[in-house]
């Protein structure tokens, strides 16, 4: 292009000088533009070799940049489908010791005594809670009832038997049956009033009293929770149930 320009104008240039219509101060004036337009087109060009190099520079940052990512993405793919992988092997595991489990203490149950203690041998403690557990975080209250109560009667002197016992009573609570549920709650406090689970024991005995309309009875364990478990979260929902039921 800028050959073609410059070209042009010697051209003209020339023309002029051969019909004698030029003189000096014009052909000094075309060269003079000639120069400023070469100058003009070659910074143009320079700038625009810039920019295409800067183009270059940035599409190629942003490449490896994407490639970096994706590898990356890959790489974090790789690992969750692993975890589910090993989850999806883990579960069958679990549900089959669970099943295990139950059919352990069904058959102990219907065997007689006996035959229920030499069960005992075959039933693992955690596997049994674990199971109650699960039925109970399912809303099946029933079969968690179940669990619970056999874990009691084969192993009440374990480390998860006061757990037991209180879940025992939420089975009953959830059931709406408030009479039993209190009943259960109590057991917390007779058989096991060292455990962490007797303010919470406490607290819910007093719901299922305030539910049988005995508020006199609730109010007194509400005021047993709070004067020798102050600290705990227990105790201040107490404290808010004694305001409402004394208001």
């Keep these: 292009m800028v050959t073609k320009i410059k070209a042009g104008l010697i051209f003209l240039t020339f023309l002029l000088l051969l019909s004698g219509c030029a003189t000096r101060w014009q052909v000094d004036g075309l060269k003079k533009e000639l120069e400023q337009s070469h100058q003009r087109s070659e910074d143009r060009i320079a700038q625009l070799d810039s920019l295409l190099r800067e183009q270059i520079e940035l599409t190629n940052r942003l490449r ?59 039933v693992d403690p955690k596997q049994l809670y674990d199971a109650a557990y699960l039925d109970l975080t399912k809303g099946k209250y029933d079969l968690a009832i179940t669990g619970f109560s056999n874990y009691l009667k084969y192993f009440p002197e374990t480390e998860q038997a006061d757990n ?55 109010n007194k364990y509400f005021q047993e929770l709070i004067d020798n478990y102050p600290t705990t979260q227990e105790a201040k929902l107490a404290k808010e149930k004694l305001k409402k039921t004394k208001s």
């Excluded at 999806?88 to 203690?117: A, N, W």
């Excluded at 016992?165 to 059931?175: I, R």
């Excluded at 007797?198 to 539910?211: D, Q």
């Design 64 to 122: 490896a940049d994407l490639s970096s990512t994706l590898g990356g993405m890959d790489e974090r793919i790789g690992v969750v489908e692993n975890k589910l992988e090993d989850m999806g092997h883990r579960f069958p595991e679990l549900s089959q010791k669970i099943d295990l489990v139950k059919q352990q203490v069904s058959k102990s149950d219907t065997t007689g005594i006996s035959d229920s203690t030499k069960g005992l041998i075959n």
């Design 164 to 218: 037991a016992q209180y879940w025992l009573g939420e089975c009953y609570y959830a059931k709406k049956n408030y009479t039993k549920a209190a009943v259960e709650f109590h057991k917390v406090l007779e058989n096991y009033a060292t455990g962490d689970k007797v303010p919470s024991a406490l607290y819910k005995l007093g719901l299922s009293l305030l539910e049988l309309k005995s508020v006199g009875q609730a």
